[in-house]
């Protein structure tokens, strides 16, 4: 999820030349689709008594690692919206069938008082593995991206590129605009190619993620029983009780 939003504006910031503020609403269909996902995943959860962590999880999981793998395919082409579009909107449709069964498959499958703990370790857990994500995504979109901007413009020396990350290239995206196109085009290209990278880095570790899904357990919730009655209450209790109701 992280690397998906983080992502998918610098291919609308460099390719269609859009700022920062209107790449950003492209990552919509991601939301969209997660939204989407998260509320049939949720309706149907629990169907005729019985619950689907384990199924939703699995369908999730599974739809990630095609979404990413179609990311991989996204096209140089600025006209294909529909292709860009729907690729992200399946991500974040996986991304909704199984973030909160995984989390209900933890909190089902431990005591009542150990619940905060579980909830509290599995969202770190997905804020580190984003991190992590996130680092991996910037070391491959920056290695490949340094790699197509020496190509392009030989004049710059190796040492003129050392210190720079990937925001400082993406402060070229305006230049690119300018260039004539037999500069411009092999940089977008480099540009694509190097987000492609980034978004099939993401597969083995979805598919990981799909295989690992298949050993939860459908474990029901935790039943919260009802109030004891009040014949069942201690004597000193029931007083205390009645005393408090007179008054």
């Given at each position: 999820?992280y690397?998906?939003i983080?992502?998918t504006p610098?291919y609308?910031?460099?390719?269609?030349g859009?700022g920062p503020?209107a790449?950003?609403?492209?990552?919509?269909?991601?939301?969209?689709?997660g939204?989407?996902?998260s509320?049939?995943?949720?309706?149907?959860?629990?169907?005729?008594?019985?619950?689907?962590?384990r199924?939703?999880?699995?369908l999730?999981?599974?739809?990630?690692t095609?979404?990413?793998?179609?990311?991989?395919?996204?096209?140089?082409?600025?006209?294909?919206?529909?292709?860009?579009?729907?690729?992200?909107?399946?991500?974040?449709?996986?991304l909704?069938?199984?973030?909160q069964?995984v989390l209900?498959a933890?909190?089902a499958?431990?005591?009542v008082d150990?619940?905060?703990t579980?909830?509290?370790?599995?969202?770190?857990?997905?804020?580190?593995?984003?991190?992590?994500g996130l680092?991996?995504?910037q070391?491959?979109?920056?290695?490949?991206?340094?790699?197509t901007?020496?190509?392009?413009?030989?004049?710059?020396?190796?040492?003129?590129?050392?210190?720079?990350d990937?925001?400082?290239?993406?402060?070229?995206?305006?230049?690119?605009?300018?260039?004539?196109?037999?500069m411009a085009?092999?940089?977008y290209?480099g540009?694509?190619r190097?987000l492609?990278?980034?978004?099939?880095a993401?597969?083995?570790?979805?598919?990981?993620?799909?295989?690992?899904?298949?050993?939860?357990?459908?474990?029901?919730?935790?039943i919260?029983?009802?109030?004891?009655r009040?014949?069942?209450?201690?004597?000193?209790?029931?007083?205390l009780?009645?005393n408090?109701?007179?008054?």
């Open positions: 999820m690397g998906t983080m992502f610098v609308y910031m460099f390719v269609l859009e503020l790449s950003a609403k492209h990552i919509m269909w991601v939301v969209l689709g939204c989407l996902g509320i049939v995943a949720g309706l149907l959860v629990n169907v005729r008594s019985r619950v689907y962590y199924e939703w999880a699995v999730g999981t599974a739809v990630m095609v979404g990413y793998g179609l990311l991989y395919l996204w096209p140089v082409d600025p006209q294909a919206t529909r292709k860009h579009n729907g690729y992200q909107a399946l991500v974040g449709l996986g909704g069938f199984c973030m069964q209900l933890g909190q499958g431990l005591p150990e619940i905060s579980v909830t509290t370790l599995i969202d770190y857990a997905r804020t580190l593995g984003g991190m992590i680092v991996i995504g070391v491959i979109l920056k290695e490949k991206m340094f790699e901007v020496r190509n392009s413009f030989g004049v710059l020396a190796p040492s003129q590129l050392e210190g720079q990937v925001v400082d290239l993406e402060a070229m995206a305006p230049m690119l605009g300018v260039l004539p196109q037999s085009q092999p940089v290209d540009i694509v190097a492609n990278l980034v978004f099939v993401d597969v083995p570790f979805a598919a990981l993620a799909c295989i690992m899904c298949l050993f939860l357990a459908n474990i029901p919730l935790h919260i029983l009802p109030a004891r009040f014949e069942e209450i201690p004597d000193s209790l029931r007083k009780h009645r408090a109701g007179s008054a």
